[in-house]
């Protein structure tokens, strides 16, 4: 009887093995993270949008309490890995620091987020933080009083006047 062959297998199969598998990884990595950037870019937009659909009703109600300033006032939010030393908000009231993806809302905007449940009992906003790691760091929801009775908004990646090639600008506008 001849015996089985048991060997398992030779190096120039475990070779093109691996070389079969570093070729795909090249190939598919990229358009991996192409695809979880577009997801954190989508992210971040849909909390951009909850944000001014929170003031928006908030302003529409009239037991809310008080109308929208009449003076911008803003929500920013910050990526977890953002540890740049940024001054406090400049529009009054606000929440959070711009460290470990923190939140600052200002007050109007936080008796809003609260009503639309967008604050936790704890105090803190929920899953509302930059989410985009090559896009934008920051994003920016700035809004006032149109004095018609209206809300005006205006998007950045800072808060202040946006400025051109802001790519959160842009992205909420649909370019």
Request: aromatic share 12%; charged share 25%; hydrophobic share 40%.
């Given at each position: 009887?001849?015996?089985?062959?048991?060997?398992?297998?030779?190096?120039?199969?475990?070779?093109?093995?691996?070389?079969?598998?570093?070729?795909?990884?090249?190939v598919?990595?990229?358009q991996?993270?192409?695809?979880?950037?577009?997801?954190?870019?989508?992210?971040?937009?849909?909390?951009?949008?909850?944000?001014?659909?929170?003031?928006?009703?908030?302003?529409?109600?009239?037991?809310?309490?008080?109308?929208?300033?009449?003076?911008?006032?803003?929500?920013?939010?910050?990526?977890?890995?953002?540890?740049?030393?940024?001054?406090?908000?400049?529009?009054?009231?606000?929440y959070?620091?711009?460290r470990?993806g923190?939140?600052?809302?200002?007050?109007?905007?936080?008796?809003?987020?609260?009503?639309?449940g967008?604050?936790?009992?704890?105090?803190?906003?929920?899953?509302?933080?930059?989410?985009?790691?090559?896009?934008?760091?920051?994003?920016t929801?700035?809004?006032?009083?149109?004095?018609?009775?209206?809300?005006?908004?205006r998007?950045?990646?800072?808060?202040?006047?946006?400025?051109?090639?802001?790519k959160?600008r842009?992205?909420?506008?649909?370019?």
């Open positions: 009887m001849k015996k089985a062959n048991d060997r398992g297998f030779s190096l120039v199969e475990l070779i093109i093995v691996v070389a079969i598998m570093a070729i795909l990884i090249v598919v990595a990229p991996y993270i192409k695809y979880v950037e577009r997801s954190r870019n989508a992210t971040d937009l849909q909390n951009a949008r909850a944000v001014v659909d929170a003031i928006e009703i908030y302003a529409t109600d009239p037991d809310s309490g008080f109308p929208p300033p009449d003076y911008w006032q803003a929500v920013t939010a910050f990526a977890v890995n953002d540890t740049a030393d940024r001054p406090d908000n400049f529009h009054g009231g606000s959070g620091g711009a470990n923190d939140t600052r809302v200002d007050d109007y905007a936080w008796y809003a987020m609260e009503a639309a967008l604050i936790k009992p704890s105090g803190r906003p929920v899953g509302i933080r930059a989410q985009s790691k090559y896009s934008w760091e920051t994003w929801v700035e809004y006032k009083s149109d004095g018609k009775g209206g809300i005006m908004f998007f950045g990646e800072k808060a202040g006047e946006p400025v051109a090639g802001d959160f842009e992205a909420i506008a649909g370019k």
